[in-house]
């Protein structure tokens, strides 16, 4: 069972020193392609990435968005078992090994779709999280909760399920109603939430950042209930 993981970056160059040394052990202990994505950096992301040769780098030239990112990796991924989490280290690239032992032991693991729970985090953060996903629920109809948690894991089938997925933050949600939508066996599991070693976050950084994540969403749940619902 090959399994692959992809990391989007955008602009994360102070970042990607520790978070490759993280994934090293996952390349060398356990064999997981490893793939980062360059997301259209300004920073030298890509020089720094290109200095470790067991890591795939996939440079996309201009920053279309955080799930075309992650899209263009799983494009070239050759795992079985796919994968995605995010570069700025608030959640451990390692905690992928636990998620995949949902998967060592399935009978079924094509219908199986793992994803972490974080813990630990500011408890405003908690409440705009619960809030988002109280929304989701009643729109949705569909049981989801920390939607954003990382990482996400599911076997490759599933991908070859997915219809015009959106490019932005919301494809998180997507793959989440996705896998309810397809009856998938759902698991989540505990991880940690760190705070950022360095750099903003490209959206939960001030009110006018949520305002427009929160637009966003709504806008794409709407289309999804309508499209998919």
């Known amino acids: 069972m090959k399994v692959s993981l992809v990391i989007p970056c955008y602009n994360e160059a102070k970042n990607l020193p520790t978070l490759i040394d993280r994934c090293e052990e996952l390349v060398t202990k356990y064999s997981v392609e490893v793939i980062f994505v360059d997301n259209g950096s300004t920073d030298k992301s890509h020089e720094v990435i290109q200095e470790y040769p067991f890591i795939h780098l996939v440079r996309v030239k201009k920053n279309r968005g955080y799930g075309f990112g992650i899209i263009q990796g799983l494009k070239q991924a050759s795992g079985?078992?796919?994968?995605?989490?995010?570069?700025?280290?608030?959640?451990?690239?390692?905690?992928?090994?636990?998620?995949?032992?949902?998967?060592k032991s399935s009978?079924?693991?094509?219908?199986?779709?793992?994803k972490g729970n974080r813990k630990g985090r500011p408890i405003l953060d908690d409440i705009f999280t619960l809030s988002m996903s109280l929304f989701e629920i009643l729109l949705l109809r569909t049981l989801m909760w920390d939607i954003n948690a990382q990482p996400t894991i599911f076997h490759k089938s599933f991908l070859q399920k997915w219809l015009q997925p959106p490019k932005d933050f919301s494809l998180d949600l997507y793959a989440y109603f996705m896998a309810k939508n397809s009856n998938m066996e759902v698991k989540r599991f505990p991880v940690e939430f760190s705070k950022r070693l360095h750099g903003v976050s490209n959206w939960n950084m001030n009110l006018a950042g949520k305002y427009k994540f929160i637009k966003r969403t709504l806008l794409y749940s709407f289309m999804l209930k309508k499209k998919l619902g």
């Open 80 to 103: 079985d078992i796919l994968s995605w989490t995010h570069a700025d280290l608030q959640t451990d690239p390692k905690d992928l090994i636990r998620g995949l032992l949902y998967f």
């Open 107 to 114: 009978k079924n693991p094509e219908k199986l779709f793992v």
